[in-house]
């Protein structure tokens, strides 16, 4: 016996041990429950019954990197400071970091909140046997041996083996997925090695009782649970990888950081080269030489880039929680605009959890009937014509039966959800079995009130659904007719057909031959293998009260006919998953269920087609790498094997997103690159392990952020490019003009933040609120793509080219004396002219406003090419112009041309009168300067619109 025990503890085969050497094992007993002695023991080493938390720290997920970063960027910004003397950039600069930090962690800790207001934490109780008695203790403070008592409605508090049961069945789907409930029974199974769905013996912590009650012998509590185990590894898997945009990001910060750090040396070096090669140089010149040699190595950074990210994030995250999906991490939703394969659990996530007839046979004729899950808004019809069968005296016995042999309610509750126009929304439930809820629906639809129909009848006696007879029957007495008694069955076809020997059709009575047999249990054969349940419904009444036994009740019955159910699929999702498979995305359904029953649900959203395998979890691992690319349907899976073939599409550098509500989706969720978990089925464990809940487990919302996750990839990916080049453009200008001592680029350090304060500021943002790509859906998956890609590199580099160009020709050609100095720029009345000015200066202020002037020109301008890099600029203004865009490139050139026009006004006034030293000093430039300016852009402009159109005809995208 002690060698059985020591076998028990190791491999917790406890389903295959029989109950006597379990109670024996546990030190218990059947009757009495544990004594005080042995629990005292169990509390000393065993301690209580708690899960483990999951890994989340704020402050090392979100916190410490942010702030590490602000530490090192308050050292650097003190010893610039100290250097110039003059604070004011630095400042900006560190205002900005400030800003873009506080905004992540501001949206992380809402979202936390928001993931709590849809917890609904309780502290659950559990009825054991102790000392003989029946008491009530928390779950916390169970232990291995404690007897349980179980009763319909009850949560599960820890793993047990069934010692005894009546009509038991338990919903397990927040375990295995399963959709329909699991009978149990105590019986010792043979088997050593078995799932967790056939351990038709045990019950799991985290489950619900659905029908009956038993008394349970707890095997595991806590962490040695099953559910417990999930949670420890959920610890164990630690952090995950970042995510796509967060290692882009990165990877693009140590390129930037790499090219300021090489800029930064060369210019420092030539600079000092120069003091020394001079014999009488002065401290202050060395200091001028680095202040310069650091303000022209930094200009290749774009510090307002990670705000202008976290804002197109935001952008998104809002329209988001406006459909009722809560981003619980900042960059999750531009993941989920990546991904290239979607694992999406069946029950619950693409179906309801709730079961639904969807056709009925009766009077030797098939119908269909309509609508979706508990919802009493459907019709039954034949050959898409609507029927009413409410005249017809079988179908009125029919619906009798299935009212009234049935113990299940249907109930209306509130449920909180976050959501633009509402804050809750009504949801039916089930109170038993979702079957018979199922049949009282049915009911409905066929335009019947349930109340009216019980209000007739008397029960006498009901004979519960047992797991031999495989049926249940009710007896009734019909008030109007004193004296009748009506015997209402239902259950397995097979049995229900063999106790029948009548047929009713139309109001006859038939015989109920072998051949009708045969023919109708093909017809169920046929649903069977389509993944129905079937269930069959039969009658019979006598006139004698005293009933005898239930086998002579539950004999010769007259057969009306059978439904055929299925936990329907939700409305919009075949068409949401059209959405993502035009979108080239590939739509997985993983499920706990039969495989007939989850290929018909796939193959109805579209899901699976011919040609596709449905495979079983325990093939998974046996699948060869071209047969598992060809698995539309997983089926009979357990949680270990959601992990695998999560990692399996990832081992092929695809972006994964996993949906789930159960606690068996937890591993998963943590596991995949987007976690998306229900807000109202959805567990605690998966809410709490996702990166995004779904407030009212809506599956189209999952279509929605694909979309939105693209264009905010979109989004991004032209910010960065707007940016980059820009950046490449002026850091290269910047940096040659550093090597030529006769001319200064910029008269005063006004003339640079003119430019990045303005013309890279305000395009850039109004990059932010355009508008997505009407084609997004159509475009290829990135995956783990670049943010910049090989051919967005050549064009970008392209494009520098072509605008550094103009803008060094606006230069050159000035400063050479082509575009020389005429009556407009030197009108002291309309133009400012700095004092005492030599014509060489007067030359170099002019070669600095019309660079500055096209300058102004391109970045308003190009901003239209890179906004749709894969469509012409006429073609992009025709079908997508964006009005925000417009409205704000027209107020930055505006703003220029104003300074232009006005820079007499704007430096004598603000500069001489106010003495407020804002030292921009343009010059008034003249019809044909402008011109000039706006030829030198064109090349930046229609050069890569040209280059463009190459690229489409030879089929290459961006």
Known sequence: MKSMAVHITTDNTYYSQPIDVLIEFFKTDQDHGLNSYELNERYRNSGYNELPKIKKSIWKIYLAPIFNFLIVILIITSIVISILGSPEETVIIFVVIIINSATVVIQQYRAQKALESLRQIAALKAKVLRDGEQKEISNRELVPGDIVILEQGDKIPADGRIINSVNLTVDEAPLTGESEPVEKINKTLEKNDIHLQEQTNMVFMGTYIHTGRAKSLITGTGVNTEIGKISVTLNEMGSIEDIPLTKKLNRLGFILGTIVIINLIILIAYKLNIL???????????????????????????????????????????????????????????????????????????????????????????????????????????????????????????????????????????????????????????????????????????????????????????????????????????????????????????????????????GDIKPFNKDLKDEITEKIKNRAVQGYRTLAIAYKHFNNVNTPNREEIESNLIFLGFVSIMDPPRIGVEKSVEECKAGNIKVIMITGDHPATAKTIATQMGIYKEGDIVAEGNQIKDLKPNDFNKVSVFARVEPSDKEIIVENYQSENHVVAMTGDGINDALALKLANAGIAMGITGTDVAKETADMVISDDDFTSIEKGVRIGRGIFSKIRTIIYFFICLNIVEAIIFFGYEFLPTFELFSSEWQHIYIFGIVHSLPSLALVLDTRPKDIMHEYPRDEEELLNKNIWILLLIQAFLMGLGLVLALQLTIGGLIPLNEWNLNPHISYIIPDSTTEELIAQKARTMFITTLYIIETNFIWSIRRPNKSIIKSLKEELSFTILVVTLFTLGLHIMHICFSFVVNYYINDVSGLNFQINFMFLSGTDWLICILLAIPGIIGIEFVKYLARIRNIRF
């Not at 804002?311 to 991904?339: D, F, H, P, Y």
């Open 276 to 506: 020394i090669l001079e014999e009488n140089f002065i401290k202050s010149e060395i200091i001028d030489a680095l202040v310069s040699s650091i303000l022209r190595a930094t200009t290749v950074i774009p510090f307002n880039l990670p705000l202008l990210s976290t804002l197109v994030l935001l952008t998104g995250i809002l329209e988001m929680a406006q459909s009722g999906v809560i981003i619980k991490n900042l960059s999750a939703i531009e993941s989920l605009g990546r991904v290239s394969v979607i694992c999406s659990d069946k029950t619950g996530t693409i179906t309801k959890n709730e079961m639904a007839v969807e056709n009925i046979w009766i009077n030797n004729e098939e119908y269909n009937v309509s609508g979706s899950g508990y919802d009493a808004d459907g019709v039954i019809s034949k050959d898409d014509h609507v029927v009413i069968l409410n005249d017809n005296p079988t179908f009125q016995k029919f619906i009798d039966s299935i009212v009234l042999n049935n113990n299940a309610k249907l109930i209306y509750e509130d449920v909180k959800i976050k959501a633009r126009d509402r804050k809750e929304i009504a949801v039916r439930r089930s109170l038993g079995s979702p079957t018979e809820a199922a049949l009282l629906v049915l009911a409905e639809k066929a335009g019947y009130i349930i109340y009216d129909i019980k209000k007739r009848y008397d029960l006498i006696t009901e004979f519960s659904f047992s797991s031999e007879l495989k049926r249940m029957s009710s007896v009734y007495l019909f008030k109007e007719k004193e004296e009748v008694i009506f015997v209402y069955t239902k259950g397995a076809p097979e049995r229900i057909i063999d106790i029948s020997s009548q047929m009713e059709i139309n």
